[in-house]
Structure formats: C-alpha cells, structure tokens
C-alpha cells in the first residue's frame, strides 16, 4: 500500500511558476512517480514521470522545456517544477506511482489531487 500526499497547488498568473510537491508513503519501495492532470471535461493526462533512479524521465508535448520533474528518497518526494505557466495548464493535478507508467499502464495508486488555476 502506497500513501501520497500532494501539496503547492494554488492560483498563479499567467507567466508565473508554481511547485508541487508528493511525499509518498509506504513499506515498499517506490517505483516510477508521476504527474497527471484533469481539466473539467477532459481526460486525466500525464503530464511527467520519473524512474525509480531518476534516469529516464517522461514529458507531455506540452510542457516539455516549462516543465522539470524531480524526486528524493527519505521520504520518496516527487516535484514538479512548473515555469511559464499559461491558462491551459489550469487543471487538478495528481500525484500517482506504479511500475508501468512508461508503458502507458495505469498507476496503481493516487493522490487526492491538487488544484492548479492559471489566471491572465
């Protein structure tokens, strides 16, 4: 069982940056961290992920070159470095772990959600 906690979502103007945060709680080790996102009306996308050693990494077209994922261990923590925000970022984002998300296998586990609004 795998426990995460997001945190750092919140109302940014456009332009600006913002940093979430997941600590992820659990007896197991950890695998590929991740970030999605929903807009109202939309699927849940990936927006980044990052391996169990931090050496392959994962991007939407969308963000790539705005948007930088990280993660340490003692506690396994994922952020993700949002720059250059824009009114289409606006979403929920989750916080989500599973060993099969490169190959575009639902995470096993999530996170309740924070809110990211992107204003003009």
């Known amino acids: 069982q795998v426990h995460l906690s997001e945190s750092g979502g919140g109302l940014v103007q456009a332009g600006g940056s913002l940093t979430l945060s997941c600590v992820a709680s659990s007896r197991i080790e950890v695998d590929t961290l991740a970030w999605f996102r929903q807009s109202p009306g939309q699927e849940r996308e990936l927006v980044a992920a990052i391996d169990r050693t931090s050496e392959q990494t994962q991007y939407a077209d969308s963000v790539k070159g705005r948007f930088t994922i990280s993660r340490v261990s003692g506690p396994d923590t994922v952020y993700l470095q949002m720059n250059n925000l824009n009114l289409e970022d606006t979403a929920t984002y989750y916080c989500?772990?599973?060993?099969?998300?490169?190959?575009?296998?639902?995470?096993?586990?999530w996170g309740q959600g924070t809110r990211v609004t992107v204003t003009a």
């Open positions: 989500a772990t599973g060993a099969y998300i490169f190959s575009n296998i639902p995470p096993n586990y």
